[in-house]
Structures are given as structure tokens and as C-alpha cells.
């Protein structure tokens, strides 16, 4: 698994400044890279670090820049390059072959023919599983589950019955996908299950992070749209609509039928409640609750910024105060209003 | 799996109008329903979809509502009727029958006569499992614990040594129940851990969602009461002790030793300091943290709105400095006092 | 499992008050132990317990407090002290032995002589598991994982190929380490993939919580010092570093590249952004959005105080127009010293 420069430059339609015969061997950072390795400089920010870096190569934009450095890689993109390079080094990560014999699988399920399923794999009547597949060890594959061509699914991730996964996706261990969406109907005695009744329906080549959970719909189905990336620890309810290449980060939630657009970028722990809608390429900050529909593109955030403790708790005490802050400006107001005309 | 709508409304006990030999194949939404489809309008606020839907039939709550559609059943709570009609379309989810071969069963466990085990479940010893249950595959049950009648175990889920499951509890997959509580004592060195020798003690009807976490207590159990409902993700500390019929939204996390009464209903994403008492009836909206125990039912919330990023980051500025405003209005207040009363 | 009070003040190295031959069974509270347990009194606010508890005996600090019961340990610290009897009264949690049959190893992985494996659990080639290690039922080691010695893994965790663990580490079950960091180049097709060439590193004597995932590094490795304790559902994305003995509560999370400094206290729900860097002895308080570096020790915390609803919708309100009120407080100040000076 070792390229020359010039192989590399071929792969990411860029043009070779040094020795084209260079051998490169993986990827490394500007800061601690070797001589056998190629990184990249995406932020002009960071070009101090071109003249000191140990890495043999550095992928960069412009023929100014690769001055800095004995080997480079000009390229449109650098940080698209090192992404497109990054599936050339990948190592064997796994090595069980065909169908394991502890697996058990119901004789009415459809493997295709090279699919990979790993040891102790479950898999229920009426699953598909097409060409190509490779299924973690410990997975659990319900009833009625389709699992389009070339997935990958990593160890001891549970699919419920009926959910059906697109082409191309990723999904990591500890996924949950299908569980019951959080419906009861409130009686004085106690809550009465609403049975969830749909399923989800994912997209194509969508990547869904470590225990991330996404519920079946109570009626209609939960969607996740193609090109959507997902990170770990996200919870989606029930019929929540997500649009094609939106990426949501680590530990963000989104509440039950709430539609959301595409190509937007929800970061880490935000909260979105339910039945909103949410607009195409809409950006927001970490941490923030969402609760209103956000009809216009753009960034949107809420929270307070950080502050030592003790200068905290008075900006808390302070805050809870803030109504009566605003009357006594009003009342100011008025009185120096009257102060100047009388004056 | 069909009925006439007249079989339904003696389920609900409700009324027929329109045709009660029309025949019913399953839920639908007033939107989208099919001419095979009942669904329910509970919210008078949507009551203009009833003209335009394409459901076969509706519940609704009085004769007038019923008006606007050919095929209603008129019943008190359409929701609550709409939650009972949901427990007959449930389709079969899972083929697997009896003990299946492939499970690794202590021989000094208990396993009632009509149980499910699916493939792959790990029981360990002097585990009790009563009448009726169904354990999901990949299942593991640890040593002395108890599981009630009726409980529907979905895959992948785990019960730590002695934990206690009441009758009639739905479990989801990837449920960690009665791992270690987070006990440390500190010293110069590190920390020191304490070990958890309580145990979890679930009620009856309880349900619990995917990848939610329970842990056992450090000295005494932690409690969770009857008919307690808990969505995905959710994090419950050691020793916390959880009223009946409280339901908690997805992401929420509970510390340590925190009492909380019944009835309550947490929102998504709340978090709730340790050692604190919760009353009954007291709801909790998103993404709030409790900091201070709360005597008294009502509804509660921290946090501040959604701004559009730009004017936020200059809201935040300000808030920084809150303090120093409330002490400019103090100053203003005199100065302005001085000069009304010298005027 | 049962000691003399004269054995445990040993352990401890205490002093005993009272009967050196009273047997003690177990661990109890002060307000609900039995005569055959001991507890501890830590916090003096609780001293008044002491008068009343039925606990047989109370580590307690000094001679003073060992005055309000009959038998007693005196030591330096009660809680640290308590700590340590904690390890003498654990139950046997699990009864499998050896390396059950169940379990699917490859023959070139390596596992140390006495080491229990319990059923189900998949081993892919190239890992190592080292003296005196106990792994659940259902785990899934991956290729190239090593394990060191005394290490207690829980059931059904997921650890990817290469990642490396130190010895006497716990893992609860459903953790996930090793799975892919969160890492895309933007175009405008979608997002293209940047494979997550890193592994993941842990020192020796963590604890990690149920659920918690721990992803692998983009090109270099995601590390966590000695004796560091996280809690459950925490999430730490790639390239993360954490300094020895940091420990971090439930459902907090760290994104990519933060480094985190040695002694730190990060509490439930912390959401820290990625690329900071974090001094040793930061404490961050419960729900905090960490969007700056830290550079100086101390405690740190955003968000608002709890209201109850309706005042809070009031507040938030003003809140969102503090700019202004800062204005108004402005032009005020402007007119009040007019006045005073022209007065």
C-alpha cells in the first residue's frame, strides 16, 4: 500500500511540484507527518507550518504556497484531495469471509451472493441483504429488513423489522433503527401505548454514527434522505423527515415529526422540538434549542456564552431580573423625558 | 387483520355514522390516509383537513365534526381511541419461536413455559424469566435477575447481575440496565472507585427506549415506579428514584440520588442536578437544567431563544455584561431622583 | 463475606470506638442501614443523622462525632475510607469460566491463560487479551485490538480493529470505541468521506460508562490518559485527548481535535467544540457550552438560571432585546450628566 507522488497527483487531477518518484505510504498531520507521508494545508491560516512540516509531501492550492515545501501536490481542493486519498490507505480492518457458521438465519431471509456476515449475525424471515454487504458481528437483522448493495454495518447494530436502508451507507455499532416512537395517549390511570406502526426509510449513501438511535414512524415512516451524515449519539424520532446531504453532529436530537431540509449543518447537542420545519441550508450552533420553524437559510444559535462560575451566577440572578430591568428604563425614560422638556 | 368500522367502534366504545360494514385495514393520517384507513383528529385546530382528507374514516369527539366526512366513529377522546385502534394492526415482527438452540443458558436459571428466546441470548445464572416474555436476540441477562410476565425484551439489550424487571414491560434495543453509577472518591492520586452494590429495581408497565442507560445504585437500589415511560438515550444516575406514570423525553439525564414525583413529564434534552426532589405534576420543557429542587407542580424552563447568529453573539456580549447594566440603572435611578426632587 | 469492625479498621487504618468484634455484613446509609452494616458520615451538614441512624457502626473523622453512636471507625477520610470497604462486598456478578464454546476467536488472536471469555463473544484476528481479563458475554473484539491485563469488559461492547487499552481498565456494556470520527469535505454534491486512518489509546485504571463511544482519530489516535473516569453517553469525537485522572459525567461531549488538561471535572451534559484546549484542574459546571480554549484552572459555566415557564417567556423575550436596552441605558446616562451639569 505505497503510491508514487506522481500516482497520487493522477488520482486528484493536481500537478506535481518536487520528485514524482517520491514513495508515500499514508497521511500524516503538517505538525508530526514523516517523509513517507502527505498531508494537506486547507487553511492558509496554518501556512507557518509548511516550512517546518516533516511530511515528504503536502497537498496545496497554489504554486505560491508549494514554494514552502521540497514535494507538493497542486490541487484545486487540498482538504477534497486528502479526502479522496484518505481511501487509499485504509487498512484491512476485518477478516471473516462469507457466512460465518454461527450465524443464525432464518431460512426465508435473501442473502445475495458476496455479502460478508461476520460471527453471531441474527437475521429474521423476509430480510434482504443485497450484493456486497459486509455485516459487524453481533448484528441483529429484523424481520422484513432491506439492506441495499454495498452497506456496511459494523458489529451489534439492531435493525427492527421492516426498516430498509438505502445503497452505500455506513452504519456504526451500538445503531439502533426501528424502535418504537415515543407515543401514549395521557389517561388519568397512566399513558396508553399508540403502537408505532410505520417504519424508516434511509436514503443512499448515508452515514450514521455510533448508538445513534432513529425511531419507527407511528403511522407514516421516518425518512432520512440520501447523502445525509450522521454522527453518534443522535436521536431521531418518530416520522422525522430529514433532506438530502444534511450532516448532524454528535449528540443533537430531533423531536417526532419535524422536517427538516437540505444540506443543512445541525452541530453537536442541539435540540430541535417537534412538528417544526425547518428551510434548506440552514446552519446551527451548538448546543442551541430550536423552538420555532426557521423558514430562511442562514446561521441561528441561542445559549449564553461561558463565564467564570462566580461571575456567572450573578449574570444568572441578574437575568431572572431582566423584566423588571426593562420597566425601570421605561420609567427612566419618561422621567428624564419630563426632566428635559421641563427644563 | 381487517374490521368493519362497527367492530371498531365497540372497541372504543364509540358511535358509528356513515356505513358500519366499511371495512378497515389499517391507520392513516388525515393527510395522506387511504379509503382503507381510519385515523382520528384530536386537535379542534385541524379540523379544516376533515373536508379534504382521504381516510375512509375518522374518531371524532361530537356529532358536528362528524359532518364534514362520510365515515366517523364519535367517541370522547378520539387520541385515546386512535391509541386502542393501534393495538390491532400491529403486524407480526419477529418468526423466531420457543428457546432457540443457538442461546447460551445457565443451567441454574428459570425460564417460565411459554417464553420467546430468540438466537444468541445469554442468560446467566439463578435468572428468573416469567410467563409470556419474548427476549430479543442477542440479549444478555445477567446473574439473578428477575424479569416479570409479559415483558417484550427487544435485541441487544443488557441487564447487569440482580437487576429486577416488573410484568408488562416493553425493553428497547441497546438498553444498558444496572451498570455501575459513576462513584469515585477523590484523592491527590486519582480516584478511588466505589463500588455499586445496589441493584435497579423496574415497576410494572414500564417501557424504556433505545439506548437508554439505568444504573444500579451504590448502596441502595435505584427505583423506577409503574407505568414510567422513557424515550431514547436517556441517562438515569444511580439512586435516583422515579415516581409512577412520569414520562421523560429523549436525551434527558437524571444525576444521582434525585427524587422525582409522579406524573411528571420531562422534555427532551432536560438535564436535572443530583440530589434534588422533583414534586408530582411538574413538566419540565426542553433542554432545561434543574439546578434546585422544585416543591411545587407547574411547568418550568431555563435557556434563552433562537436568535439568528449575528444578533445572538451580540446578545451574549451583553448578557457578559448584565451585571454592570443593573448597577448603571441603580446610579440612574439616584441621579434622576435627585434632580425630580431638587427640580 | 463478613469482617469484624477491628478487621475493616484495619483495611482503612482506622481506629475503632466502640465493639472491636461487631460483625459487619455489608455497606449501609444512614438512614436506612441495618445493625450489620457501616456507613459514613463525609459532609459534617448531615451530623445530626448520626443520633439517629441504625446502622451498626459509621466511619466518621474525629473522636467528636464518634461520640453520637455506639461504634464507630475513626479515620482521616471517611468517604475515601468507605470507598475502600466498598471493594470487600461485592457479590459474584457472574458465573461463566474459562473461554465458553460459544464464542468465535480467531486463531490468530491471542489470549492470555486465565482469562474468562463468556459466551458469544467474537474475536477477530491479530488481537491480544492479556492475564486475568474478563470479557462479556457478546462483546466484539476487532482486528489488531489489544487488551491489558485485569481489564473487566461488560457485555455486548463493541471495540473497532486497533484500539489499544491499558490494563485494569472497566468498560460498561454498549460502549463503542474505535468507530469512525465525524470527518467530510464539502462539495457540492454532497460530502465525500475522509476515512479515519487513527486508532484510539487508553491508559490504565479508566472507567468508561455504558453507551459512551469513543471514535478514532482521522490520522492520528484519539487518546485518554491514566485513570481517567467517564460516565455514560459521554461522546468523544476524533483526535480528542484527555489528560490522566479527568473524569466527565453523563451525556457530556467533546468534539473533535479539544485537548482536555489532567484533573479536570467536566459534569453532566458539557458539550465542549472541537479544536480547544482545556488547563489541567478546569471545572465545568452541568450543561455548559464550552466554545472558547480555557487557559487558567478554576470553575466555568453558561446557560440561564430555572424560571417557571411564563416568567421565563417573559425573560427570554427581554432578553432578546438587550442590545437595545443597552442603548437606552446609553443615551440615558448621556442625558442624566446633561442635566446634572447643566443643573
Not at 69 to 82: C, G, M
Not at 90 to 110: L, R, Y
Request: charged share 20%; glycine share 12%.
Amino acid at each position: 500500500m505505497d503510491y508514487t507522488l506522481a500516482q497520487l497527483a493522477k488520482k486528484v487531477e493536481g500537478r506535481v511540484k518536487g520528485d514524482p518518484d517520491l514513495r508515500v505510504e499514508g497521511l500524516g498531520t503538517l505538525e508530526s507527518g514523516t517523509p513517507n507521508q502527505i498531508g494537506f494545508l486547507a487553511n492558509p491560516k496554518y501556512q507557518s507550518q509548511l516550512a517546518s512540516t516533516t511530511l515528504g509531501a503536502v497537498l496545496v492550492k497554489d504554486d505560491e504556497l508549494s514554494l514552502a515545501v521540497e514535494n507538493a501536490i497542486i490541487v484545486k481542493n487540498p482538504y477534497l484531495a486528502f479526502a479522496a486519498l484518505s481511501h487509499l490507505f485504509v487498512p484491512t480492518f476485518q477478516q471473516w469471509e462469507g457466512v460465518n457458521v454461527s450465524c443464525v438465519i432464518s431460512k426465508d431471509a435473501t442473502i445475495a451472493e458476496n455479502v460478508i456476515i461476520a460471527p453471531n449475525v441474527v437475521i429474521d424471515a423476509d430480510a434482504v441483504i443485497e450484493d456486497g454487504c459486509v455485516i459487524g458481528a453481533g448484528c441483529v437483522i429484523g424481520r422484513g429488513v432491506r439492506i441495499g448493495s454495498k452497506c456496511h454495518i459494523y458489529p451489534n447494530v439492531t435493525l427492527y423489522h421492516d426498516v430498509s436502508i438505502g445503497a452505500d451507507c455506513i452504519i456504526h455499532s451500538g445503531v439502533v433503527i426501528g424502535a418504537d416512537g415515543f407515543g401514549f395517549a395521557p389517561t388519568k390511570k397512566g399513558w396508553e401505548k399508540i403502537n408505532q406502526l410505520g417504519s424508516v426509510e434511509i436514503g443512499n449513501r448515508v452515514e450514521i454514527g455510533a448508538n445513534t438511535t432513529i425511531d419507527r414512524g407511528a403511522i407514516e415512516n421516518t425518512k432520512i434522505g440520501d447523502g445525509v451524515k450522521i454522527d453518534n449519539q443522535v436521536q431521531i424520532a418518530h416520522n422525522v423527515v430529514i433532506g438530502d446531504n444534511t450532516a448532524i453532529a454528535g449528540c443533537a436530537a430531533i423531536a417526532g415529526s419535524t422536517k427538516i431540509g437540505s444540506f443543512c449543518t445541525i452541530a453537536g447537542g442541539v435540540g430541535i422540538v417537534g412538528h417544526l420545519k425547518i428551510a434548506d441550508c440552514v446552519h446551527i450552533t451548538a448546543m442551541s434549542l430550536v423552538s420555532k420553524s426557521i423558514l430562511k437559510e442562514g446561521s441561528y444559535s441561542s445559549g449564553t456564552g461561558l463565564e467564570p462560575t462566580d461571575k456567572w451566577r450573578r449574570s444568572a440572578a441578574r437575568l431572572r431580573r431582566i423584566d423588571d430591568m426593562a420597566k425601570q428604563i421605561s420609567k427612566l425614560e419618561q422621567q428624564v423625558n419630563k426632566l428635559l422638556t421641563e427644563g
